[in-house]
């Protein structure tokens, strides 16, 4: 076909340089036409038939698979593969034009065949994250590293073309600058690493609730990649942490509370010492009549003592108390500041803002109900205390 349009050419009267600078224009545009007419053949064609097909079935994973992304690779690369098969037919092999068109059709090849690569590990990512068995594993991290496996052989191949040199000749010189390319990649070499870890371990997931003080992170991870962990702070703020840092230093992960659907309340109660005391006969009547204190109890009851016992029970009946996890209410080592009494329970939830209400509601209870015992909670002097000549009671010194 060369020889008969180079003839044609000729007959028409045309200098040698005339006619080898149209046949070139010739080819060339015969050849755009060519990918033209196959790329639409295959997205007015062949990506709507795929759709309607993937539509029709019951599972989800062949419309993610073959999303538009990846049909419009799987059509750029059956485009490049029918070019490369139809240069013959128009240039002859080992002619200037074919050796330059085959090239930059070989070039495409590549790129496109990287392309639909990519698109296909980020299909993959997207149906590892909505499965069930693999949605709590942090993949995102492998498939980025192979995506960039994936380009570097494209890159390395392109190489060779351009050079005309054979590919593995280019990956043994790369060979003998791993050293370099290891420190180029350190960070997606650690990161790759420590994803599997934590992957492997189960030491972290997409939505789980970390504190990690180094960092200024405190809240739920919103996505993991090969280089950063990203952390969405109470805040709304966004903290960003190397994966490798989760595997080398400490972290607290806050899912084994999500998961047992009970949030820890622990707080403390400073006493005033000076209050503790036996009750005496009236206050031991007055605490039976209001249902503080068992009818059956001795006579030498301490009020701290019956407070505890009492609040401890009062707190197990709560509503939106779990009493199938622990819940004590114990005594601390007295400081100067008074005796602590600890409160030690868990909300039946775990949501925050219902958390912080019921704990607001059982400590002004608490300090409430305190001089129904005659007991009374510790607190240092202010300021306002010394002035305008108020006496402090002794209690306070």
């Not at 019951?58 to 999303?67: A, Y």
Request: proline letters at 4%; charged letters at 20%; one cysteine or more.
């Amino acid at each position: 076909m060369e020889n008969w349009l180079i003839s044609s050419l000729h007959h028409l009267g045309l200098e040698d340089g005339s006619v080898t600078f149209i046949y070139w224009i010739i080819v060339l545009s015969g050849l755009l036409l060519l990918v033209y007419l196959n790329r639409m053949i295959c997205r007015r064609i062949l990506i709507p038939l795929v759709r309607i097909l993937t539509r029709k079935t019951i599972s989800k994973w062949d419309d993610i698979l073959l999303n538009e992304a990846t049909l419009k690779s799987v059509c750029n690369t059956v485009v490049a593969v029918i070019m490369i098969a139809l240069t013959p037919l128009v240039a002859s092999e080992g002619s200037a034009v074919y050796t330059f068109v085959i090239r930059i059709f070989w070039i495409y090849l590549t790129v496109v065949s990287v392309q639909l690569a990519c698109t296909l590990f980020n299909a993959l990512n997207l149906i590892s994250s909505e499965s069930e068995r693999t949605k709590n594993h942090t993949l995102q991290g492998v498939f980025q590293m192979l995506k960039i496996i994936a380009i570097c052989i494209g890159a390395i191949i392109v190489a060779s073309i351009v050079i005309d040199k054979n590919p593995m000749k280019l990956l043994a010189g790369l060979g003998a600058s791993a050293a370099v390319l290891m420190l180029v990649f350190k960070d997606s070499i650690m990161g790759l690493v420590a994803g599997v870890q934590l992957s492997a371990n189960d030491m972290l997931r997409p939505g789980d609730w970390i504190t990690m003080p180094k960092y200024d992170a405190d809240g739920f991870v919103v996505d993991v990649t090969l280089t950063t962990v990203k952390v969405r702070n109470w805040d709304n703020t966004i903290s960003t942490i190397p994966p490798y840092a989760l595997v080398s230093e400490s972290f607290q992960n806050w899912r084994g509370m999500w998961d047992s659907g009970g949030r820890r309340i622990k707080r403390s109660v400073y006493i005033d010492m000076n209050s503790v005391a036996f009750c005496s006969e009236e206050k031991r009547k007055e605490l039976i009549e209001k249902g503080y204190l068992a009818a059956d109890k001795g006579e030498k009851v301490v009020n701290l003592t019956v407070f505890r016992e009492w609040l401890e029970e009062w707190i197990r009946n709560h509503p939106l108390v779990n009493d199938k996890m622990i819940l004590l209410v114990r005594q601390l080592q007295p400081t100067p500041q008074g005796l602590p009494l600890e409160l030690y329970f868990f909300y039946d939830g775990i949501n925050w803002v219902p958390y912080e209400h019921l704990q607001a509601e059982v400590f002004e209870y608490v300090f409430a109900v305190l001089p129904e015992f005659g007991l009374r909670a510790f607190q240092a002097p202010a300021g306002n205390d010394f002035s305008n000549n108020r006496r402090i009671p002794t209690h306070l010194y």
